[in-house]
């Protein structure tokens, strides 16, 4: 045993790094875009988005025409270099208009995602935290409310309001923060219940630390899909509106009023209903790509 | 089970409470009256005679009292555009129709949509999967009010091949049932899909797998029924969706049905015919809610029925 | 209650679409080729299939407010006369024409001999009486009561306040049976236009057991309707199909080639012309824009209609409306020919006044020909002259924030569009377009609530009065509250006019009143499409009342 001698015992050397993160660092929102990243139809989906703003944003303002005035010549002519997407049955330049309308359409889908982003959180939030009496009380004046159908509430409200696009906003986040409620709302709950919420109370962490930490980064994700769903429901339920009739005030433009207006067209005028068209469900195509991209980016399991 | 039955029945009567409430409410603020035409050369003894009979001439608590009587009884008023037809005749009269509509529709939409997503999950991110996504999601962008000419103009009269509108016999069923599907389709098809997925990554399935079993065995045996689970809790509301939606495809297609009735009804100030088809129609979404949960609850063994959901 | 032809009106504007341009001369007398009766149905189906643009109300004689209702009304019961295409009365249920009393306030009328009601019992004189009283009866409520007011005593029946009034007031009422088969009518004013008058709903007769039985239901369904004309409701889906089949016991049947009218309710006119190309149907009502590939075949027929579609300026809410250069200026400011040519495309043609083309004057000659133009001309550079002049009248600098008010539907908002549109570019001032649903447009009418409303009527009978006497100061439809002694006074001496050459006078001196100080602002008079397969004979479609009269309809 003796002839064991200590040489033998040399610590051995460190020769990798077998400890060290190879991976770079990422935070969540480094990491979920690097997988939307990857999403082709998401990205494609993201860069139509972006080009149709900046579409709606400048195509207008660098028109010779604008959305109102008519040119009472040159109606229902066809596409030319002239006009882009021809002009209407008032000579007006359905270029512009279209820009225009998608303008519109964006800013209604747009506000209406806000209001109930920031209702819909709230309340889903308050009634989960609190639980209890209070989550039971409000779950079932959410699901009063679930159960009336919006739409035909909706409509009433319009009529109520008289068109316009604040009257639109107004009816559709009336009845629309519902769904980003419950969502928030099952997300928390079950968020709130699982074993590292528990770890982090036990570790006696604040009320604040755990909301800010836990519980919010675990929403959030969910909540910014919802809204990529709210923002085409809104252009649709608009574009809805306009079909019945109580739609944005005309001269105004929305791709809704366009659509249905063309929708009479048909027949002898198909670029009045074509161009709109287009617009419409490359927006509305878009935002659920990105929608279902970002759902995979975002959902924390799909890390890798 | 029985408890919890009874339960989810209590709430559903408060709800129907609660809307009867505030859609009667909401039709007081309305501006205008129905009467207004004629109102304006009625001498005032008539009108009141006329108030009288529709009971409008009592405070509106009152009225309200009466409404709640008469709904209870099932008397949901009289049409103030049609005097001689009652609310709960022009529904008899008209949702049939309607009815037949949503679920002719509703069924190429579980067939088309279910198909869709289970081919696109099984070839995923494969070109089944991108082209299957693609159909799908052009039927959420494309506007019914759009579609539903279309159809009517080139496949009904410029190809002839199916009548361009009218209810008459089963020819007639099929492009209206395809135009309302179609925005079904595509969210039964990504929610299949997505289901799908979520299951395919349980463990049990590559336990399945390394048993050997044959994909058909996987699939049929236990991805499709855990799969379906969260697609039945959907079905409820889209069912109530699509039959409460059929007003555009009414419209188009010429059909007799409901929710034509409920714009011409806004319209018109028909404040009876308002109230009853609003409350009608929440009754329908309720205990369609309420079936799907029961539904939900016979495929599901691991959710038992003990009351909170 | 005349209201109610504004409803109608603008339901068919609505519903069915609007006009055309060319101002065609052959617009008279739009009914489809050929003659009527002799057209002989040997060998084909005679069989009709229409599309309708709306399913009626109540098929009630008295309740009856909607041209829908006076169609099919007019298809399975009857009058004393009936209009022929020429829009003359035919003796109907009459065996001739009346008997006029010297100072043209009685009418005696011989019935036919053996008339019967479709169920088989026998029409008499008395079944007249009884609809007169009951269509006069407040209790009944009916819009258009006031057609009958012209009957002697029908006022007192109207105005009843007690069971006893109403019975003293009925047995004293102008109608009466002689005997079975001879009816006496006696008016409170002579009225040139009453023995066409008497071919309209509102003088059917109605048999009293049959309606008393129905109760409230009267006219609900096919089944709770009785009529004493050429074809019978045999089917009566709701807002979706009736049919109509010939009446074997009709007193002409030997004239009716029809056996059997299909009329399926078709709101939208897109498909309409889907079914119609696709030969599910043989009729159908089109728009302007739909029409233009058909111009020139003999498939598409226009019909004039006694329709005005016009503005008011509501004075009491706009202080400056009560200027009548302001009203002016608005009024000049809008080129009506564009309005034809652009918005409605089918056949409407721009106005010379209010009281449109093809109405009579009461004397015999057509009110627009006898008095021609008397609309202000378009004129942009006078129209802001005048907006400065009245403005600086008025003392102030700018008018307050107007809106016009229409239906929403596709052409009553398109007109919006183009009315704000020529207010902006040819005098320089934003107006709100503020399309409403109908009920509310016409709540918001018949309320004064509004600045400027975009508005129809219809003729209720082929007289000036049915536009004139709307503007008499305080009137219900003079909803802008424009007041003028002078035309009160001629109105009013109209109404008590016996010599129709004078009345007739009268009511030009009031239009020409009416329209120079633009109390008024008429548009248009409207003209609707429609497209008749050629195998239809002998379909008329007249100028106001009902849509169009099948007795005379054939197939070829």
Redesign the interface.
């Known amino acids: 045993m003796e002839s064991l001698s200590k040489d033998k015992f040399q610590p051995a050397e460190k020769t990798t790094n077998a400890e060290s993160i190879v991976r770079p660092s990422l935070t969540y929102w480094q990491d979920a875009w690097r997988r939307l990243r990857s999403n082709k139809m998401a990205m494609a989906g993201l860069i139509i988005l972006v080009l149709m703003t900046i579409l709606a944003i400048f195509a207008p303002m660098f028109s010779k025409f604008d959305y109102e005035t008519q040119y009472l010549k040159d109606i229902d002519l066809k596409p030319s270099w002239g006009h882009f997407f021809g002009t209407d049955d008032f000579g007006r330049d359905l270029w512009t208009r279209v820009w225009w309308g998608t303008r519109i359409s964006l800013l209604i889908g747009v506000i209406a995602a806000l209001i109930d982003l920031v209702v819909g959180v709230l309340y889903g939030g308050i009634s989960a935290y609190f639980g209890g009496k209070v989550d039971n009380v409000m779950q079932r004046i959410v699901e009063v409310i679930y159960s009336i159908p919006l739409l035909l509430l909706a409509i009433i409200l319009i009529v109520f309001l008289g068109p316009g696009i604040s009257s639109i906003i107004i009816a559709y986040a009336l009845t629309g923060w519902v769904g980003m409620a419950r969502l928030v709302r099952g997300q928390l709950l079950l968020v709130k219940e699982q074993e590292f919420v528990l770890a982090a109370r036990t570790l006696g962490a604040k009320p604040k630390r755990i909301i800010l930490q836990h519980l919010i980064p675990n929403v959030i994700g969910l909540v910014i899909v919802q809204i990529t769903f709210i923002v085409p429901t809104a252009i649709f339920f608009e574009s809805f509106l306009s079909f019945i009739g109580v739609g944005i005030r005309p001269p105004m433009a929305s791709l809704g009023n366009l659509i249905n207006d063309g929708a009479h067209y048909m027949r002898y005028q198909p670029h009045r209903i074509i161009f709109p068209t287009i617009v419409f469900s490359l927006i509305l195509l878009s935002f659920n790509v990105l929608g279902d991209g970002l759902r995979d980016a975002l959902d924390p399991k799909m890390r890798k | 089970m029985l408890n919890y039955v009874l339960r989810r029945l209590i ?1 559903m009567i ?3 409470w ?2 009867i409430t ?2 009667f409410f ?1 039709m007081k ?6 009467f ?3 109102a ?4 005032p ?2 009108l009141a ?2 108030k009288a009979q529709y009971g409008l001439d009592k405070p509106e608590w009152q009225q309200y009292l009466q409404y709640l009587g008469n709904v209870a009884q099932g008397d949901l008023g009289v049409s103030y ?5 009652s609310v709960v005749s ?1 529904i008899k ?2 949702f049939p129709a309607s009815l037949e509509l949503g679920v002719e529709s509703l069924v190429i939409a579980i067939i088309i949509g279910l198909t869709l997503g289970i081919v696109a999950a099984l070839r995923h991110n494969k070109w089944q999967d ?1 082209s299957a ?1 693609i159909i799908a ?2 039927g ?4 019914s ?2 579609l539903a ?2 159809l ?2 080139y496949i ?2 410029k190809w ?1 091949i199916l ?5 008459e016999g089963p020819e007639n069923r099929i492009l209206p049932a395809f135009a309302l599907a179609l925005g079904t389709i595509a969210t039964l098809a ?1 929610m299949m899909r997505a289901s799908m997925l979520e299951v395919a990554s349980l463990d049990y399935i590559k336990t399945a797998k390394s048993k050997g079993l044959s994909t058909r065995k996987i699939v049929t045996g236990h991805m499709l029924r855990n799969a379906i689970l969260p697609v039945v809790t959907i079905l409820g509301p889209i069912a ?1 969706g699509v039959i ?2 059929t ?2 495809v009414e ?4 059909i ?1 049905g409901l929710g ?4 011409s009804s ?4 028909d404040y009876t015919m ?1 109230t009853g ?2 409350i009608f ?2 009754a329908i ?2 205990v369609v ?1 309420f079936l799907t949960d029961i539904a939900y609850g016979l495929i599901d063994p691991r959710i038992r029925m003990s009351g909170r959901r | 209650m005349k209201f109610k032809k504004i409803f109608s009106a603008a339901m068919a504007v609505t519903l069915a679409g609007t006009l055309l341009a060319a101002c065609s001369n052959d617009n008279k007398n739009s009914e489809p080729s050929a003659s009527g009766s002799t057209g002989s149905g040997t060998g084909s189906k005679q069989e009709l299939v229409m599309n309708y643009r709306a399913d009626p109300p109540a098929l009630d004689v008295s309740i009856a407010e909607s041209a829908a209702s006076f169609t099919i009304l007019g298809a399975i019961s009857e009058g004393l006369y009936r209009l022929d295409k020429d829009m003359n009365p035919e003796p109907a249920l009459a065996a001739e024409l009346p008997t006029i009393s010297e100072d043209g306030l009685t009418y005696t009328i011989k019935l036919r001999d053996g008339l019967v009601w479709a169920d088989g019992s026998p029409l008499t004189a008395k079944d007249f009486v009884y609809s007169y009283q009951r269509t006069l009866d407040p209790a009944t409520k009916a819009s258009y009561a006031f057609i009958l007011t012209w009957l002697k005593g029908g006022q007192a029946v109207q105005d009843a306040k007690t069971p006893e009034e109403l019975k003293t007031a009925q047995e004293n009422l102008g109608v009466k049976a002689i005997d079975d088969k001879t009816l006496e009518i006696t008016l409170d004013i002579p009225r040139a236009y009453f023995t066409a008058q008497l071919a309209f709903l509102n003088y059917y007769p109605q048999k009293q057991e049959f309606v008393e039985a129905q109760g409230s239901k009267s006219g609900a369904d096919a089944d709770k309707v009785l009529g004493a004309g050429p074809f019978v409701l045999t089917k009566w889906d709701h807002e979706q199909q009736l049919v109509l089949e010939k009446n074997p016991k009709y007193w002409d049947a030997a004239n009716v080639k029809l056996d059997k009218v299909t009329l399926n309710i078709v709101k939208d006119t897109s498909t309409g012309l889907n079914l119609y190309e696709s030969k599910k149907t043989d009729y159908a009502d089109i728009k302007g824009d739909q029409m233009k590939p058909y111009e020139g075949k003999t498939e598409l027929h226009r019909k004039s209609e006694l329709v005005t579609g016009y503005l008011n300026f509501q004075q009491t809410k706009v202080p400056a409306f009560a200027n009548v250069k302001v009203r002016q200026a608005l009024s000049m400011a809008i080129d009506r020919q564009g309005l034809v040519d652009v918005v409605l495309k089918n056949g409407s043609v721009a106005s010379t006044g209010y009281v449109p083309n093809g109405n009579s004057d009461g004397n015999g000659e057509e009110f627009r020909k006898v008095v021609g133009d008397t609309e202000v001309a378009f004129d942009a550079a006078k129209a802001k002259a005048l907006l400065a002049e009245g403005l600086a009248e008025v003392g102030i600098t700018s008018l307050p924030q107007l809106s016009v008010i229409g239906d929403d539907t596709e052409t009553g908002k398109k007109m919006l569009e183009y009315l704000v549109s020529q207010w902006k570019t040819n005098l320089g001032i934003t107006v709100l377009a503020e399309p409403l649903p109908h009920a509310t447009r016409l709540e918001r009418e018949l309320g004064k609530n509004y600045t400027i409303v975009s508005t129809l009527w219809g003729a209720d009978y082929n007289d000036p009065m049915t536009w004139l006497d709307m503007y008499v100061s305080g009137g219900p439809f003079n909803t802008q509250d424009w007041k003028n002694a002078k035309y009160d006074e001629l109105i009013k001496g109209a109404e008590k006019e016996l010599d129709n050459k004078v009345r007739a006078e009268k009511m030009h001196e009031a239009e020409k009143i009416l329209l120079e100080e633009a109390a008024v602002f008429p548009l248009f008079f409207r003209s609707s499409p429609f497209l008749i397969k050629d195998k239809v004979e002998g379909l008329i479609l007249p100028p106001y009342g009902p849509d169009f009269e099948l007795k005379w309809t054939s197939i070829k």
């Open positions: 709430y408060i709800t129907l609660v809307i505030a859609t909401l603020l309305l501006p205008g009256n129905p207004g035409e004629v304006a050369k009625l001498p003894e008539n005679i006329l555009q049609f005097p001689t037809r022009v009269q008209s991108y996504m999601l052009i959420i962008s494309i506007p009010f759009v000419p279309l009517s103009l009904g009269n002839g009548p361009p509108g009218l209810w990504r109530v409460t939606g007003l555009v419209n188009v297609f010429v007799p034509y009735q409920f714009v806004i319209t018109t100030l308002i088809l609003t129609y929440a979404l309720i809610m």
